[in-house]
């Protein structure tokens, strides 16, 4: 929950840098309706309400589930790139019930080696493949320290109950000791009197 939590506000400072440096540079201005790929010379295409999807796509994970049908459709298929990125996007919102980071990366990765998006579009898309990535390798090491974990939890048992078997067998000792003790001061004892 506090991974989801720190992830959502990771994804939202990033978003907001892109944001901020596409402002500052001017590659929102002009911005380009999406294009059909009818060839392959097509123009990049710009989706200019990314970022509010996003947002929107957030907001919804925080609350309760939606009632709206978001159901999956091939977007491997897909032309409308667009369409692949907001697929993406609700991949990829942590605590969201569709989210898949595998999914997500797929079209991610397929969006940013086919270069069909323009500007702050293909930012927003190489950042929220860094931030799915990274989430990834973060799961990845989790998994790995909660085996070691549960490896040295295991180990800590065994070790526990073989403590416990040697304390008993002391214990064990120390009475076949102290027995000893006893009859050799009963067989001692008769003879000096």
Request: hydrophobic residues 30%.
């Amino acid at each position: 929950m506090l991974l989801n939590k720190y992830m959502t506000v990771y994804g939202a400072i990033v978003c907001i840098s892109v944001l901020q440096t596409s402002c500052a540079t001017g590659n929102l201005k002009g911005i380009q309706t999406p294009v059909e790929a009818t060839t392959a010379d097509a123009w990049p295409t710009t989706c200019d309400d990314t970022l509010n999807y996003y947002s929107q796509m957030q907001a919804q994970a925080n609350d309760e589930p939606s009632t709206e049908n978001t159901s999956t459709i091939p977007f491997e298929n897909s032309t409308d790139v667009c369409l692949k990125l907001r697929e993406a996007i609700r991949l990829s919102i942590p605590g969201s019930e569709h989210q898949s980071d595998k999914e997500a990366l797929v079209l991610l990765q397929d969006l940013k080696r086919t270069g069909v998006l323009s500007g702050s579009t293909q930012q927003f898309n190489n950042m929220l493949l860094e931030h799915v990535s990274q989430r990834q390798n973060l799961r990845k090491k989790l998994d790995v320290q909660q085996k070691r974990l549960i490896k040295t939890e295991t180990q800590n048992t065994v070790l526990r109950n073989q403590l416990k078997t040697l304390q008993s067998q002391l214990e064990q000792l120390k009475n076949i000791e102290v027995e000893i003790d006893k009859k050799e001061r009963t067989v001692s004892s008769p003879i000096n009197e």
